[in-house]
């Protein structure tokens, strides 16, 4: 059975930092390509970015451009967000996402001062 | 960017009713291999997203056959056949051709 298992979200500032992590179980890690995808509250649906399945090729929705990186540690069965210079609008429940297919459960991130 | 547009909006349906939603994309959606990159999703309330239908007709494992997923191009629908009580939620296509890959705004199906 597929798991996927977001943490690391919070509270921050304006202008601070975060990196999400999300633990895969259950598939061949990596062969697949994973994304993050958030969803602000009370909201719609917004990817956010994506990574192929050995890490070298990474696309982001262009207002997260130079802001977030997405990682993958394949060793771990990792993949990773970390944030920074984060805004109020970043605020969102942040999904790990197999391949379209399979969802986690999702981390909060709350941006506020 | 790709820009999908889905509606209705909002689609109030009676039990044991067909229910039927549109999702248009500002772009084709056909790869040069043939494949065209048009998933469904389902959100209950309180839920993370599911994938319903990948490449515009494919049924996820353990979808109920009263969910099809139709269209070509830029054109698709997702037909429900007997809406049930478990089908209320939020209902999204998304395109993954092109990047960034892009959402619909999401329809709320209730029941009348």
């Known amino acids: 059975e597929v798991q996927l298992v977001e943490s690391g979200g919070g509270l921050v500032q304006p202008g601070g930092s975060l990196r999400l992590s999300c633990a895969a179980s259950?598939?061949?890690?990596?062969?697949?390509?994973m994304h993050w995808i958030r969803q602000a509250p009370g909201k719609g649906l917004e990817w956010v970015a994506n990574i192929n399945p050995d890490g070298s090729g990474k696309y982001y929705v262009d207002s997260v451009k130079g802001r977030f990186t997405i990682s993958r540690d394949n060793a771990k069965n990792a993949l990773y967000l970390q944030m920074s210079s984060l805004r109020d609008e970043d605020t969102a429940m942040f999904y790990c996402?197999?391949?379209?297919?399979?969802w986690g459960q999702g981390a909060l991130v709350t941006v506020s001062s | 960017d790709v820009v999908m547009t889905q509606s209705p909006l909002s689609l109030p349906v009676t039990l044991g009713q067909p229910a039927s939603i549109s999702c248009r994309s500002s772009q084709s959606l056909v790869h040069s291999n043939g494949n065209t990159y048009l998933v469904w999703y389902q959100q209950r309330p309180g839920q993370s997203p599911r994938r319903l239908i990948y490449r515009v007709s494919n049924r996820d494992s353990g979808v109920p056959d009263r969910f099809s997923g139709s269209g070509s191009g830029s054109d698709f629908t997702l037909k429900i056949s007997r809406v049930e009580a478990e089908d209320v939620g939020v209902y999204y296509c998304?395109?993954?051709?092109?990047?960034?890959?892009?959402f619909g705004q999401g329809t709320k199906l209730e029941i009348k």
């Open positions: 998304m395109q993954h051709i092109l990047w960034p890959h892009t």
């Open positions: 259950g598939f061949t890690f990596r062969n697949y390509w």
């Open positions: 996402v197999k391949d379209t297919e399979d």
